[in-house]
């Protein structure tokens, strides 16, 4: 076996190695879903004045799906099942984040203050994403803190209309959140063709 072949076959144990202790099913085409479906929400918000509540909702309720969908085909890709131990602690990791923000959605909507509900989302998905980043590839450590800086700028700067600051962060982050995972995993199964995409 020469230098490069073992150095081959190491890179492929160690990367093995981490998903029995990280949670690789991380796709990029979600990232990408998730930000695709928020700008058609920013659309709906704009173009047909749709209600505030219901179009943000209506988001995250087909993000969700998205999701789910492309965690799914990738775990049959790598042959393992969707549900695991590593699924469940990243779930775990994000819920209270998220029941917090559900929590916080109808008290400051039904006060009137749904103005301040995207930068609470956006700090919430922040806190979220960096609980979740202690089982999961760096990338998510980077996405929870640049949500961090986005929901912080969004409640402190004048207010804008949600569909802007919502375009700016969901969509476009996602996006590029996605685009980035995305030709990271296709230059790793490219260097090692018996990964899956």
């Given at each position: ?7 081959q ?25 998730a ?10 918000r ?5 209600p ?29 099942p ?42 919430l ?46 969509g ?13 995993r ?12």
């Amino acid at each position: 076996m020469s230098g490069k072949e073992a150095e081959q076959t190491l890179s492929v144990i160690r990367t093995l190695m981490e998903r029995s202790t990280c949670y690789t099913n991380l796709s990029g085409h979600a990232g990408i879903a998730a930000g695709l479906l928020t700008l058609v929400g920013c659309g709906l918000r704009i173009w047909l004045r749709t209600p505030f509540l219901t179009t943000w909702m209506g988001v995250l309720i087909t993000t969700v799906g998205a999701v789910i969908f492309f965690t799914a085909r990738l775990a049959q890709a790598n042959g393992e099942p969707l549900w695991t131990r590593q699924a469940r602690t990243v779930v775990m990791a994000l819920l209270p984040a998220f029941g917090a923000a559900l929590l916080l959605t109808l008290v400051l909507f039904r006060v009137g203050q749904q103005a301040l509900l995207p930068g609470l989302w956006m700090l919430l998905w922040g806190v979220g994403a960096l609980a979740m980043s202690f089982f999961t590839p760096r990338v998510i450590s980077m996405l929870g803190a640049t949500f961090l800086a986005a929901g912080t700028l969004v409640l402190l700067a004048p207010p804008v209309h949600d569909a802007l600051s919502m375009g700016l962060t969901f969509g476009a982050i996602h996006l590029a959140y996605g685009i980035v995972l995305t030709c990271a995993r296709q230059a790793t199964c490219a260097a090692h063709p018996a990964l899956p995409l």
